[in-house]
């Protein structure tokens, strides 16, 4: 083979391996050898990263991997680019790339933008929680061929014909195409808001960009052209005088158990008097409205809600703006939507193993992490399950190192994750063993560590990396004589066996949008570990019909509730976008069709 192919091949693994330092080096011999710019751009550098994206839609390669590549790529670009511009070569389009006003979610956009700018694409990334006043801003400075918006959550989904709209009063609508895509954006969405492009992943999104400047009228990609109407109104719902149906037996229950031994009856396998509820998060307006202006303490009580979450306090301490803030931990955080103090990654306080040798968590015994567990006790102690809300082995490293960041890190630094992980779980155990001195009764640790696809990272690396340390955890929750209940999003399938191997006592919330199903997690696991989930909170718990999330509470029961070990919940959270009204709905019928012995006539499909 001629030593330029030869180069060429290296520079192609080197992408594909993520090894940028590789890279870098073989584009500048490439160029001292007398390849041209454009050759190794093209024969080299593009085809790999393109070949990345499809080991990721492939399910081969996770997000490390694609940011790796992508990183790879950059560092040959950047060799690349002088002479690029010397030699007058253009990018091959304009595109304006932001996740939209209310979402602060970026990896998936990240991705989008790291595959269009190896595809030759110039992208302004106008970043995360964009208005449409910055998004017309942007298209008038930069006349992009191409915008694309990403929205992650059902909440934000509208904001993507709020920007059409404002592109179309701007007179720009015309001059744009508008691409869309997300975890819970659908073809039929899409259609529906009027985006002339939809895909799934960042690859598709590529070839589909690309296409669209080759074909701007005639791509087969073009939504409008077949002219599929949509279904759905995406708005709530109504029904008509809906009324719960009462079974036909003595309601409501004459509760025969409290709310803590109700809990604990699904922990330990056995059937309680009815289903218990809880909830992971409820919105702070969702609850004022439920209780009339009252607190969460108010609505667990006027709803008889088996379960208390409760967390330490941190401080937190104002950086200027209103908005911004430092935790205990030493991440800048800023607030958005849901509440949410979003950190912000490049202000990420670990960023070498020097930082870790001198970075420390908070100090675990400050009585203060500890007033509102005692608030907590002195209220529900004994009544209701006092639930502990804490991390495991992922939320940590996220943000501590930077999301981004720590992706990388898992491949390229991975002592200086797991010393991350090892400092916060340490703090946690302590955090732990206080707080059961306090009442607590089960920990539950919210980490999400996948999304709809699976595992945001091979399973390899957290057999390796993460597991040891979530067994430690685990251990130690027990060794207080407290249960564990693990939360993570996503499609959980691939990491279950070795998280119910671990000694978790329940698993939430088997995430439909992941494709998870509570009968099969039932079946399999269902004699070693309590399930909580999963009543779809993406569409159904925002938009109705009544009737349906009935019929969904009654189905979640029928396949999760046998012989007890079934909390029945949210697939989510009770986040900003639920109708309180459905919610009413689910824990009216969560109380009426969940009675144990469970009444398999009154819970039949109807
Ligand atoms: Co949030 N979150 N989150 N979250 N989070 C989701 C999105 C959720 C689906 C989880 C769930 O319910 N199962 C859910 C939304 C439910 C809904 O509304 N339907 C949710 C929620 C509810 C929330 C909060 C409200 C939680 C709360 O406080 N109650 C809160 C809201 C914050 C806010 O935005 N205001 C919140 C917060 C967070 C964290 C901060 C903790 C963190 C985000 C960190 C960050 O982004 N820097 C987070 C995470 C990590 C997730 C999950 C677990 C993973 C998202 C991710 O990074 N995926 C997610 C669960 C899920 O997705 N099932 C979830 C990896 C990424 C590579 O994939 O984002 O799908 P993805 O991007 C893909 C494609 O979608 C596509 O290409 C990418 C690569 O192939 N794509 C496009 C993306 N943009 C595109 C644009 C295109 C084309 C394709 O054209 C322009």
Redesign the pocket.
Known sequence: MPDSERLKDELYEGVIDGDDISVARGARQGLEEGLGAEEILYDALIPALEEVGRL?EQGQYF?PEMLIGAKAMKAGLNVLQPVLANTGVKPVGTYV?LTVK????????D??RVMLEGAGFRVIDLGVNVTPEKLIEAVKEHQPEIV???A?????MPMFKTNIEALKEAGLRDKVKV???????TEEFARHVGAD?????????TRIAIDFLKHPDTSAYLLQKNGVQSTKTYARIESAGFVMPRPPRPLPANAAMTSLERVLAALRHQEPDRVPHFEW?H?VDLIKKMTGGGDYYDLIEQYDIDGVMVAPAYRKQTLGEPDLLADEWGAVRRI???N?A?PV?DQAPIQSLADLATWQPPDPDDPYRYEPIKKAAARFGGKRAIILQMRDVW?GP?DYIG?AQLFVNLKKQPELVEGVVIKCVDHYIRVIQRAAEMGVNIVFSGD?V???RGP?FAPAIWESLLLPHYKRLVAAIHECGLYHWKHS??NMYPLLDSIVAAGSDGIDPI?P??GMELAVVKAKYGDRVAIKGNVD??ELLMYGPPEKVVAEVKKCIREAGAGGGYVCSS???I???VDPELYKVMLDAIHHFGQYPLDWDLLAAD
């Open positions: 990721f997000v790339l209310g979402d602060i979610h970026d990896i998936g956009k991705l989008v694309g918006f990403s992650f959550l059902t909440t934000t691409m869309v895509g997300g975890a819970p954006i492009g939809f895909a799934e992943e960042a690859s598709t999104a998060v919105d958005g939507k849901d949410y979003m990654d939320s996220r999301y999400d996948a999304d709809n945001m999003d996503g995430d949008s992941g909170q993406t697939s989510n959270s986040h900003s976008g």
